[in-house]
């Protein structure tokens, strides 16, 4: 068990194009989060999946984006037509059960839009 | 839920305590947290606290909690240069998105040799 993996650690991107995130969490952990850091503000939740299932979304999350964990498993965020406000760290979490304690962070992926 | 306040900059010297102070404004939180995030890395849960508590210790950590005035502060007694990070108020809320966390903006704590 090597915690929350993210990937890629770093991404730099054309105004326009597209990208997609990937997280593999916890292998035993069935809820899966992300957030959206940017500069010098605190994570914001974007979007819960208990399972396959994408049970919240943050309004947050534009039409432009698109998250998927079509097993259960390792779950990737899409970003469509990217723009500049979408530069931020994005990060995935996961935890098992109902348990307050056992949110495991990964260490996230840096977007720049440029 | 959407209101974690916490100031953003506190300097310390090294062996000195340092206090991170937090307020938030939703009665309904059931669990209070600190995350400690260093640069570059994710968010490392350092301590929580159940809303029903007053105080809880944890080794160089001491949380406590004033339901009555919704402020939550960490100290971390005998500050090392290690300490130095940003740190993290969170909460979750009953009734919320289960494991929704919100976060404050954060503190920059700066510990000085």
């Known amino acids: 068990d090597t915690g929350v993996s993210q990937n890629p650690r770093h991404k730099i991107t054309k105004r326009g194009q597209n990208v997609t995130f990937r997280c593999d969490p916890i292998s035993e952990h069935n809820r899966l989060y992300w957030y959206r850091q940017t500069l010098g503000q605190g994570p914001e939740f974007l979007t819960y999946f208990q399972n396959e299932a994408q049970l919240e979304k943050s309004r947050l999350l534009s039409d432009r984006f698109s998250a998927e964990r079509p097993k259960g498993s390792f779950s990737t965020l899409e970003i469509q037509r990217t723009e500049q406000g979408d530069s931020a760290m994005y990060l995935c979490?996961?935890?098992?059960?109902?348990?307050?304690?056992?949110?495991?962070f990964g260490s996230g992926t840096r977007l720049t839009v440029v | 839920g959407e209101d974690v306040e916490q100031s953003l900059f506190l300097s310390v010297r090294e062996g000195d305590s340092s206090v991170i102070n937090c307020t938030y404004t939703?009665?309904?939180?059931?669990?209070l947290y600190w995350y400690k995030q260093e640069p570059g890395a994710g968010l490392q849960l350092l301590t929580y606290?159940?809303?029903?508590?007053d105080m809880k210790q944890d080794q160089r950590l001491t949380v406590l909690l004033n339901k009555k005035d919704k402020h939550l502060s960490l100290r971390i007694a005998d500050t090392q240069t290690g300490d130095s990070a940003i740190y993290f108020c969170?909460?979750?809320?009953?009734?919320?998105?289960?494991?929704?966390?919100?976060f404050g903006r954060g503190t920059q704590l700066t510990v000085w040799p």
């Open positions: 606290i159940f809303s029903n508590m």
């Open positions: 969170a909460e979750s809320l009953r009734g919320s998105t289960l494991g929704r966390l919100y």
């Open positions: 979490a996961s935890r098992l059960g109902d348990t307050e304690l056992g949110y495991t």
């Open positions: 939703d009665s309904s939180s059931t669990y």
